[in-house]
């Protein structure tokens, strides 16, 4: 691909996320699930015939991608590194303001989902305890020591290379909080984690989680972060 090519498909991909509504639509696609072209018209409060028109532009994109099951078509972001690139520009869009205070609801702001791992107030503390207690180094890039693999297996985390070529433990932007929360395969097993030891749970008409009494005794024990 020559710098022609590029600049082609990069001006391609940015005309495809100028548009509010269809900007909406990948900000809905953010919580990880899968949506209808209707639940989507409902969501973002457009006709069905422009929701499907815009569908399809994210499509050529390959923002988003299409799900068949039985009679229904499914849509959902087109993968992790998608997820990423919004959250990035998520948090951009808040850098030239003189001071910046998050807009975002306060529950949302505490603890959230990104696309499949956790992000907020929680994840961000949660990413800055495992550097301090020397489980994961590096920059960008993350590598798990040999105590932090022990003690994240310890608890039920899955410390495994992704057989895909998806980042095993990566800084992911975290735009309410402009601080790196953890992302890639790593933080997505850690959220499996919580949610099934119920130390979080996700809302169904959102991405906010909830952490439990019995979640916020963990994190203190196991992560030494208290939360009031």
């Known amino acids: 691909m020559d710098n022609i090519d590029i600049e082609d498909r ?6 495809s996320m100028a548009d509010k509504t269809r900007t909406r639509m990948l900000c809905l696609l953010m919580d990880g699930r899968a949506y209808t072209a209707t639940e989507m ?3 973002v409060d457009v006709a069905a015939s422009t929701t499907s028109a815009h569908l399809a532009r994210l499509l050529e994109q390959n923002l988003i991608n299409c799900v068949k099951q039985g009679r229904y078509r499914y849509f959902r972001l087109a993968g992790v590194e998608v997820a990423q690139l919004l959250e990035s520009l998520m948090a951009m869009a808040g850098v030239e303001r003189p001071v910046v205070k998050s807009s975002t609801p306060g529950a ?10 956790m992000a907020g107030d ?5 990413h800055d305890s495992l550097f301090r207690a020397g489980w994961l180094s590096g920059n960008q890039h993350y590598q798990l ?7 994240l297996t310890d608890l039920g985390v899955d410390c495994s290379q992704p057989a895909s070529r998806r980042h095993f433990a990566c800084s992911c932007l975290d735009w309410s ?8 395969a790593l933080g997505a097993a850690i959220l499996a984690t919580f949610e099934r030891k119920e130390w979080v749970l996700r809302q169904l008409d959102s991405r906010q989680l909830s952490v439990t009494a019995q979640g916020k005794k963990a994190l203190a024990r196991y992560f030494s972060i208290h939360l009031d």
Do not use: P
């Not at 020591?145 to 003690?151: C, F, Q, T």
């Open 177 to 184: 909080e402009r601080k790196a929360h953890l992302g890639g």
């Open 145 to 151: 020591s040999d105590v932090g693999r022990e003690k």
């Open 108 to 117: 949302l702001q505490f603890a959230r989902t990104c696309y499949d791992h």
């Open 10 to 15: 990069l001006a391609a991909l940015a005309a």
């Open 122 to 126: 929680v994840a961000v503390k949660l």
């Open 41 to 43: 018209s409902a969501a």
